[in-house]
C-alpha cells in the first residue's frame, strides 16, 4: 500500500511539473475576442476577431509570472453587418491590405487582487505599437472531461483609444467613440 501511495503521489508531482512548465495555447471554440464602441453617442455596436491565437508561457501555477502572446487576423473582424465589416477592413479603418495582424505581447502582469492582474504589454495595431495595460481575470485550472488534459480560463477586460492607433481618423468621436472596450475570454490547454 506504501509502495502505491508513494507511486500515486510521483506520478501527480511530474504531472504538476509537465503542466507549470508547458505552453498553453487557446482553444478557439471556447475563446472570443471582442470590441465594443458607441456609435453616434447613443447606442453600443460590438465585434469580434474570429481569426485569432493565444499562447500563454508559465512556469506557476496562478500564471503570475505568464507571457501572453496574441496574433489575429484583422480580416477575420465580424459585426454581422458586411457592409460595416468591409468598411472597417478598408483604408478608413484598419487597412488589412496593408496591416494584416494585430498583435500583443505582454510585458508585465502585477497581481490585483484574488486571481486578479493588470496584464501591461505591447499591442500592435495598423502599424503602431503603444504600451496598454488590460485587467486579467483568472478563472481556474480543471481537467477537462473531454481531453482529460488541464485546461485553464481567462477573461481579459480593458479600454483603448483608437486614435492612439491612427484607426478611423477621419471619423469624430462624436460618430464613432474614440474609446473601445476589449473583453476577451479564452479556454487554454497544453
Do not use: C
Not at 456609435?39 to 505568464?66: C, M, P, R, W, Y
Amino acid at each position: 500500500m506504501k509502495k502505491m501511495t508513494l507511486i500515486a503521489t510521483a506520478f501527480f508531482a511530474l504531472t504538476a511539473f509537465a503542466t507549470l512548465n508547458g505552453i498553453w495555447k487557446n482553444d478557439p471554440p471556447h475563446s472570443q475576442l471582442g470590441f465594443t464602441v458607441t456609435h453616434l453617442g447613443i447606442s453600443d455596436v460590438s465585434g469580434t476577431f474570429n481569426d485569432f491565437e493565444v499562447t500563454i508561457q508559465s512556469s506557476k501555477a496562478d500564471f503570475s509570472d505568464a507571457v501572453f502572446e496574441l496574433n489575429a487576423k484583422v480580416a477575420s473582424i465580424d459585426t454581422r453587418v458586411e457592409q460595416r465589416n468591409n468598411h472597417l477592413k478598408s483604408a478608413d479603418f484598419f487597412d488589412v491590405e496593408k496591416y494584416p495582424s494585430l498583435t500583443f505581447k505582454s510585458t508585465s502582469v502585477k497581481p490585483a487582487g484574488k486571481n486578479t492582474y493588470k496584464l501591461t504589454g505591447n499591442l500592435t495595431m495598423h502599424g503602431v505599437t503603444k504600451p496598454v495595460t488590460m485587467d486579467l481575470l483568472y478563472r481556474g485550472t480543471i481537467e477537462n472531461p473531454m481531453s482529460k488534459k488541464p485546461t485553464a480560463g481567462f477573461q481579459l477586460t480593458g479600454t483603448i483609444k483608437r486614435s492612439d492607433f491612427n484607426v478611423g481618423d477621419k471619423f469624430p468621436a462624436a460618430m464613432v467613440s474614440d474609446e473601445v472596450r476589449i473583453k476577451a475570454d479564452g479556454e487554454f490547454g497544453q
